[in-house]
T-cell receptor
Framework: DSGVTQTPKHLITATGQRVTLRCSPRSGDLSVYWYQQSLDQGLQFLIQYYNGEERAKGNILERFSAQQFPDLHSELNLSSLELGDSALYFC????????????FGPGTRLTVL | AQKVTQAQTEISVVEKEDVTLDCVYETRDTTYYLFWYKQPPSGELVFLIRRNSFDEQNEISGRYSWNFQKSTSSFNFTITASQVVDSAVYFCALSEAAQGGSEKLVFGKGMKLTVNP
C-alpha cells in the first residue's frame, strides 16, 4: 500500500458526460501528479500540483482540469468525455518536487461508452 | 525531448531463470533520475528504485539488481531466480525537469514479464 488513495476505483459513463476523480496524497507529501495510462499512449503525465499551485502541465486536454485543495487532496475533472478518454488514471504524490520518488495510487479505471 | 526506450515488449521465462529487462534513455540534462516501477496484474504501480545521474554504482536488493551505465545511457534491471510473483509489467522512467522546476516522469512503454511455474 503506497499510502495514496484514489476514488472511485472504477467509473463507467457515457460520451459527453463529466466526471471527477479524487486523490489523497501520502501524509506529508506536498506534490500531486496525474498520469493517464492507455493502450495506445502508454503512461503519460498530465499535470502536477505542488502545495495548492499548478506546477507543470503535460499532455492534458483542454477538456480536462485539475486542482489541489488546502488539505492537499486533488481532483481531476474530465468533461465532454469521448470514447478515447477511456483509460486508467493514476495519481501520484511525492514529498516535494526535487526528483523525489513518486508513489502511485491504485488508479481509477474510466470507461466511456 | 527526453525519451525512455524499453525495446523488449514481452518476455516469458520459467521459474528460477534469471531475466534482464533493458532500458535505454535519452536526455540532455546533466542531473536526472531514473526509476523502475512494477505494475502487477492488479494494476497498481509499485516503486522499485530511484537512481541519480551521479551515482553509477550497481544496486542489489534481494533478487533484484540494477546496472546503471552512463556511457551507454542504460539502466538495466535483472531479476535473479525469477518467481511466479514477479509476473508483471515493468516500467523504466526518467525524471525530466519540466517548466517551473518540477520533475515529471517520462515512462517507457513497459515490458511484460511472465514467469511460468
Amino acid at each position: 500500500d503506497s499510502g495514496v488513495t484514489q476514488t472511485p476505483k472504477h467509473l463507467i459513463t457515457a460520451t459527453g458526460q463529466r466526471v471527477t476523480l479524487r486523490c489523497s496524497p501520502r501524509s506529508g507529501d506536498l506534490s500531486v501528479y496525474w498520469y493517464q495510462q492507455s493502450l495506445d499512449q502508454g503512461l503519460q503525465f498530465l499535470i502536477q500540483y505542488y502545495n495548492g499551485e499548478e506546477r507543470a502541465k503535460g499532455n492534458i486536454l483542454e477538456r480536462f482540469s485539475a486542482q489541489q485543495f488546502p488539505d492537499l487532496h486533488s481532483e481531476l475533472n474530465l468533461s465532454s468525455l469521448e470514447l478515447g478518454d477511456s483509460a486508467l488514471y493514476f495519481c501520484a504524490s511525492s514529498l516535494t518536487t526535487n526528483y523525489n520518488e513518486q508513489f502511485f495510487g491504485p488508479g481509477t479505471r474510466l470507461t466511456v461508452l | 525531448a527526453q525519451k525512455v526506450t524499453q525495446a523488449q515488449t514481452e518476455i516469458s521465462v520459467v521459474e528460477k531463470e534469471d531475466v534482464t529487462l533493458d532500458c535505454v534513455y535519452e536526455t540532455r540534462d546533466t542531473t536526472y533520475y531514473l526509476f523502475w516501477y512494477k505494475q502487477p496484474p492488479s494494476g497498481e504501480l509499485v516503486f522499485l528504485i530511484r537512481r541519480n545521474s551521479f551515482d553509477e554504482q550497481n544496486e542489489i536488493s534481494g533478487r533484484y539488481s540494477w546496472n546503471f551505465q552512463k556511457s551507454t545511457s542504460s539502466f538495466n534491471f535483472t531479476i535473479t531466480a525469477s518467481q511466479v510473483v514477479d509476473s508483471a509489467v515493468y516500467f523504466c522512467a526518467l525524471s525530466e525537469a519540466a517548466q517551473g522546476g518540477s520533475e515529471k516522469l517520462v515512462f517507457g512503454k513497459g515490458m511484460k514479464l511472465t514467469v511460468n511455474p
